[in-house]
Structure formats: structure tokens, C-alpha cells
């Protein structure tokens, strides 16, 4: 009857829809149909769902390599390696940074000392005190920035370890290109920070050779540096771990 036309017509409707845009076979169909929904809408509507039904397993038959576990597995491991390349990049470039800058700040300070050393006899005790408290403020900026570098170099570490496990995962996936790219960046970022590690420790060196040469002239001077310095040290005490 006329009600059961209308629901006909928005099924073959809503089956056109589907068809056009998965199916454009049933397209067809759906023009056919229409033209004798009156007479033969129930075969029809069989003919169209028994088409889209048949059509369904033959997307995934198509489909099924791509969607294989070893490609989806080669396909993750990828997308890990570019993520944990990605932080070890910014970490290393983190760490290079908070390293030149205490680098920077251990040169100051050796430069500090060397001065000191140099005017020591030259000055009364009130310039010698003056001048000491620069050379603290330069200490305390040279620990400050060596225990960021500090802080930045853990997470270097830990992005490094995480690199060299996709990298491990990436090649026992089969996925050689994402591994062997991954090995490459990983020994890139080691030589970089390596190369920065090394400048940083020459400074160390230097700064305590300064130290040093510092430490055995204001002995020689003793009778010139304030009261608090060294002489209220104890015998055989470091002046150096005297409270700041």
C-alpha cells in the first residue's frame, strides 16, 4: 500500500547513500529500483542488500595485507623512533646549552681568581674583602648553572635510553630504515655532547689550577687578607671551606 511505498522509498533512499559512497555499484540499483518500487520493491530491496553484503568481505580481502600485523607493527615502531629522536634532539640541545652557559661561568670565575691572586699585597684589607665577595658571587653563579647541567644531563639520559630502545625494537620489527636512522642520530647527539663535556671539564682544570695558584699566594700573604678569611682558619684547614 501507499504507507509501505513510502517506507520503500526511504530505505532505497538511505541504501543509495551507503552505495554511493562505498558502493557505486548499488547506484544503479537504486535507479531501477525507483522505477518499479510499486510492482517489485521486495526483490529489489533483496537485490540491493544481498549486493552491498557481498561487497563487504571483498574491501577486506583487499585490505588485509595492509592491516597485517607485522605492517602495523612496522608502522608503530616508526612513529616511536621519530618521537624518541625528537626529545633526544631537544634534550641534547637543552644540554649543550645549560654546559656552554656554566662552561662560560667557570672562565669567569678562574679569570676572578687569577685578579685576585695578582692584587693580593696590593691592597688593604677592606679592597681585599670587596674583591672577595665578587669572586663568592661567581661561585655561587658556577653552582647554580652546574647543577641545571646537571639536571638537564638526567633527562638526556633518559631520552638516549629510550632512542636505543626503538632503536632495538624498531630493527628485531624488521623496520631497518627507522633503526638505522635512529643508531645514526643517537651517535650524532654523543659526539655533540662529548664534544661540549670535553670544553666544560678543560674549564674545571683550569679553574683549579687558579685555585691552586691562588690558594698557595694568599698563604704567602696572610698578613694581608681581613680577619674571617684565613685568619681564623684552623691549622691545616682548607681556607676554601670556610663559610661563604
Known amino acids: 500500500p501507499v504507507c509501505g511505498g513510502k517506507w520503500v522509498f526511504l530505505a532505497l533512499n538511505f541504501v543509495s547513500c551507503i552505495s554511493q559512497q562505498s558502493f557505486p555499484v548499488l547506484a544503479n540499483i537504486r535507479r531501477r529500483c525507483l522505477s518499479g518500487v510499486n510492482g517489485r520493491w521486495h526483490q ?3 537485490v540491493g542488500l544481498g549486493v552491498a553484503l557481498c561487497a563487504v568481505p571483498v574491501m577486506e580481502k583487499q ?7 607485522d605492517a602495523l607493527i612496522k608502522r608503530a615502531v616508526s612513529l616511536v623512533t621519530d618521537s624518541t629522536s625528537t626529545l633526544l634532539s631537544q634534550t641534547t640541545y637543552a644540554l649543550i646549552e645549560a654546559l656552554t652557559e656554566y ?4 672562565y669567569t670565575l678562574v679569570s676572578l681568581y687569577k685578579q685576585y691572586a695578582s692584587l693580593l699585597g696590593k691592597m688593604n684589607s677592606e679592597e681585599v674583602d670587596a674583591v672577595w665577595q665578587v669572586v663568592i658571587g661567581a661561585r655561587v653563579d658556577v653552582t647554580t648553572k652546574q647543577q641545571e647541567y646537571l639536571r638537564l ?8 635510553r ?4 626503538a632503536a632495538e625494537a624498531a630493527y628485531q620489527s624488521g623496520a631497518d630504515q627507522a633503526s638505522v636512522t635512529a643508531r645514526s642520530h643517537i651517535q650524532l647527539v654523543k659526539s655533540q655532547v662529548q664534544e661540549v663535556r670535553q670544553l666544560s671539564q678543560k674549564a674545571e682544570t683550569k679553574l683549579a689550577e687558579a685555585q691552586t695558584e691562588e690558594l698557595i699566594k694568599a698563604q704567602g700573604e ?3 687578607l681581613p680577619q674571617g678569611i684565613l685568619g681564623s682558619t684552623e691549622a691545616g684547614e682548607d681556607p676554601y671551606l670556610r663559610e661563604d
Open 44 to 46: 529489489m530491496v533483496g
Open 63 to 69: 585490505n588485509s595485507v595492509s592491516l597485517s600485523n
Open 103 to 106: 662552561t662560560k661561568a667557570v
Open 153 to 160: 644531563e638526567s633527562s638526556w639520559m633518559t631520552a638516549l
Open 162 to 165: 629510550l632512542s636505543e630502545m
Open 222 to 224: 696572610e698578613s694581608s
